[in-house]
């Protein structure tokens, strides 16, 4: 069974408004020398599935900036590859008359021209706000031998105080895998829930049925109201994932996300796979230099960085300075921060070009990280 990739790279930026402002969800920076993008597009890539289109929204500069041709994933091809999909590709994509599509159905909608285009069997759905290895080739497999229409992949939760909060959907099912419901209002629910990854496996007859349906009846939510509209006339299944998973919800989740990283068991659950490497675009940047007054314990530091202070439990991307005297604990520099001397930073997310000026202390907490903002001067 042939699968082609649909990666919406938008959906979530409301969530995290501070690190998308310029820039996409699927192109914030994560663990060092990642995209978001990255997680999704190496899944498809590493399942053999060599034709992906990126439905963008706003602010993709960055994103096509990161992507390029497509050649760090191997998707630089004549057929297939990626195929960036930003609105308005023709005056009858937008389902409401030249406005920016606000939710994933509409999304779809505005790409209608691709999945009809498309002559794979499946079409595989994914946000770019989760982190995870996995091999999508399993999911594809259960999809054909069940014989289901649409395949979501869920986690098991704990509905907590916090995740009632966020906005994944909730799949009731029963022993079988056989969804019988899905729940928008997630403060209604308490104990373990089984919620929606936001990856999801769809046969592409189906999907352009469960489109044309959609818009046939005006309806907005995918599953809220297009998949249950359906329930009855098509299989509905889901796949169960046990591994190592992040949702990017809020700045909260993000700098918990980073930091788990520091975890032995999480950095090899994510990047040990020789088979499902994570690929990321190339750079040519110099190794990282540690002067005489350096000092650095379980951090990641990424290539480029010039170190002559102390760095404790952090991450660094590319061309970060720390200079002399400086102490940063428990904190995410972005791509070319600059710390000054003697300054001190503990639970703080720099976003790019920061530059905090020598003796300046800014303290942040795990539950609520600093953040400063790109090309700040602090």
């Known amino acids: 069974m042939k699968a082609a990739g649909l990666i919406l790279s938008n959906i979530h930026d409301r969530n995290i408004p501070e690190l998308t402002a310029k820039r996409t969800m699927a192109s914030v920076p994560f663990g060092g020398r990642y995209r978001l993008i990255d997680f999704p597009l190496s899944n498809m890539v590493n399942s053999g599935i060599t ?33 960036l999909l930003p609105p308005f590709i023709t005056a009858f994509d937008s389902p409401k008359a030249n406005k920016l599509y606000t939710t994933r159905l509409e999304a779809l909608m505005g790409v209608m021209e691709f999945i009809t285009s498309c002559s794979e069997d ?31 992949v869920v986690r098991e939760k704990d509905m907590n105080e916090a995740e009632r909060k966020a906005t994944n959907s909730i799949v009731i099912s029963d022993g079988d895998g056989n969804i019988k419901e899905f729940i928008e209002n997630n403060a209604a629910v308490s104990g373990k829930c089984d919620v929606s990854m936001n990856i999801v496996v769809i046969t592409r007859t189906f999907l352009v049925t469960l489109l044309n349906t959609s818009i046939a009846h005006g309806l907005k939510g995918f599953y809220s109201q297009a998949l ?13 994932y046990d591994g190592h998973c992040a949702e990017i919800g809020d700045l909260c989740k993000y700098f918990s996300a980073n930091m788990q990283l520091l975890k032995d068991a999480t950095r090899d659950e994510l990047f040990s796979n020789k088979e499902r490497p994570i690929l990321t675009k190339v750079r040519n940047t110099p190794p990282t230099q540690y002067g005489e007054n350096a000092k650095v314990s379980n951090s990641l530091i990424a290539d480029g960085c010039v170190i002559d202070g102390t760095v404790e439990n952090c991450i660094l991307f590319r061309g970060v300075h720390i200079k002399k005297g400086a102490v940063v604990k428990n904190s995410i520099l972005l791509q070319d921060s600059w710390v000054g001397e003697n300054a001190g930073l503990n639970c703080v997310i720099s976003d790019k070009n ?9 303290c942040g907490h795990e539950t609520m990280p600093f953040y400063i903002a790109k090309g700040k001067m602090i």
């Open 51 to 83: 034709k992906v289109g990126i439905v963008t929204h706003d602010n993709y500069r960055s994103l096509i900036d990161h992507i390029g041709t497509g050649k760090d994933w191997d998707l630089a091809r004549r057929n297939g590859g990626i195929i």
């Open 122 to 152: 499946v079409i595989v759905l994914s946000d770019s706000d989760v982190v995870c290895n996995m091999d999508l080739r399993d999911v594809i497999k259960q999809h054909e031998d069940t014989g289901a229409d649409v395949t979501v």
């Open 228 to 240: 249950p509209f359906l329930f009855g006339q098509a299989v509905y299944k889901t796949y169960r």
């Open 354 to 362: 920061v530059f905090v000026r020598d003796g300046v202390n800014l």
